[in-house]
Each structure stands twice: as C-alpha cells, then as structure tokens.
C-alpha cells in the first residue's frame, strides 16, 4: 500500500542498488533512507527519499535452479515461457545486483547453453521481449535471479622424473582448461611410508619444483577459487602420480 501500513519486503543493503525477485504480479511502492550505522546500534538515519511506484508483470518468466555445483564449466538454463515472447535476454554477471560484468544472450526460446568466461560465482537471470529492443518491443519484468556455482576444470599432472636422488628437485607439470588467472592451484604430498604424513603445498604456474626428503610420496593437484562472499570453489583433483626420492 501507499501509505506503507503493509510492508510486502523490507532490506538492509550495503550498496545503492539491491535486486527483488519473487514478488507477486501488481503494484509496489518502494522509499529509502540511510544509516550511518545499524539501529541497534544508536544509528542516526536520513530523511525518507520520495516514494515511487513500481508494476511487477506476471509474464516474467521463473528462472530454474541449475544442478549445483556445475561441472565442467558448461552452464544450461531452463526457465518457464511467457505468452507472446519473440525472443528472451539472458544475463550473467560476477554481481547478484548485475552491476558488473554482465555476459548477455538472445534466445529465442527458454533453454539456453552458454559458457562463462571462467570458473566461479555466477549469477543469471531472464526476461522475455515480445520484439527485439531496436524494433521497439516491450519486456516483461525480469525473472528471478539464480546463483551459479562452476566449479574449476580438474588439471592433469605429471613429472619429468618419477624418481631422483636426494638434494634433486621433483619438476612437476600440469595442463587445465581453466582460464589463466582465474584459479590456484594446490598440490597435496601423501608419503606412502605414513599414511598421516600429508603436506599440501601452494604452487605457482607450470612446471613446479619440489624439494622433497628420501622417501615415495603420491601427488594430487587441484584448481582452486578462493573467495571472500562464499565457500572456496576447488576442482576434482587430478590424476594420482607416485614418485621417489632416494639417498
């Protein structure tokens, strides 16, 4: 309602912009103030902006959640169709409020194959134009916005040498698919001798030199993402190689 007797969703942003999905068709009216910090914590906040009203069309179409995680790096949308879609416009972005680096597709129907840039945090989201923009056609809303998690290509591993003497390196290589600059990478070194000696080591770009003591060791390497905002992506580990070194 106008006078904001009913409060159909109240947030808390951090940002000038925060992203709604899931209302119900209809008329909203939407106001915003700032905080210089929390209420709670004696927080002293602006006026109230104007109050606008925004119009929620029921033809938006429903994004459907992806299988989580994704792997390999292939995303496939699916969402519902809407009456009188010509054509939908697809977005994924690095951001949930689609202000950064925006990927953008033109379907023209509500199935949709596409390949991010790199593995990571996605976000995607969907709506229906009954004609393409430059022809004058009109949206409907857009859909919900869904989190797409693709997780890192596993690498393949391997060594110039599977056994050297003591005081000589161990060179190990890898090759992936993932986009340079885009992942870690994490070596894990099982001593075969005792199973509950592992030591897993960050390393650099291919190859890799290990300095290891006397003894015969598995290795496994994966890719990783490390993040602020959500769980640490990391990739099936590679394939298994024995290695040994000697006095």
């Not at 690095?94 to 033109?106: A, E, K, M, V």
């Not at 060594?159 to 993932?178: F, K, L, R």
């Not at 015969?216 to 890719?223: D, F, G, I, M, R």
Request: aromatic share 10%; glycine share 4%; hydrophobic share 40%.
């Amino acid at each position: 309602s106008s006078d904001f007797s009913t409060i159909t969703a109240e947030r808390w942003p951090s940002a000038s912009t925060e992203p709604f999905s899931g209302l119900e068709a209809g008329t909203y009216y939407v106001k915003v103030r700032a905080w210089d910090k929390a209420p709670e914590l004696g927080g002293v906040s602006s006026e109230w902006s104007e109050v606008i009203s925004c119009q929620v069309n029921s033809n938006a179409p429903i994004l459907q959640e992806p299988a989580s995680p994704i792997y390999p790096n292939t995303i496939t949308l699916d969402w519902s169709d809407s009456s009188g879609a010509r054509i939908y416009e697809v977005q994924i972005a690095d951001t949930n409020d689609f202000s950064g680096d925006i990927h953008q597709y033109w379907p023209v129907a509500s199935y949709e194959v596409v390949l991010p840039y790199k593995p990571g945090y996605l976000f995607a989201r969907v709506r229906a134009w009954n004609a393409l923009p430059e022809e004058g056609g009109a949206s409907t809303g857009w859909s919900n916005a869904v989190l797409l998690t693709v997780i890192p290509s596993a690498p393949t591993l391997f060594v110039t040498q599977s056994e050297v003497i003591e005081n000589t390196p161990i060179t190990v290589q890898w090759s992936d698919e993932n986009p340079v600059g885009s992942v870690v990478y994490m070596i894990t070194i099982a001593s075969l001798a005792d199973p509950n000696h592992i030591l897993y080591w960050d390393v650099p770009e291919s190859p890799c030199a290990l300095p290891l003591v006397p003894d015969s060791y598995t290795l496994t390497l994966t890719a990783e993402i490390p993040s602020d905002a959500y769980e640490k992506l990391s990739s099936a580990p590679s394939n298994a190689l024995t290695v040994r070194v000697v006095s």
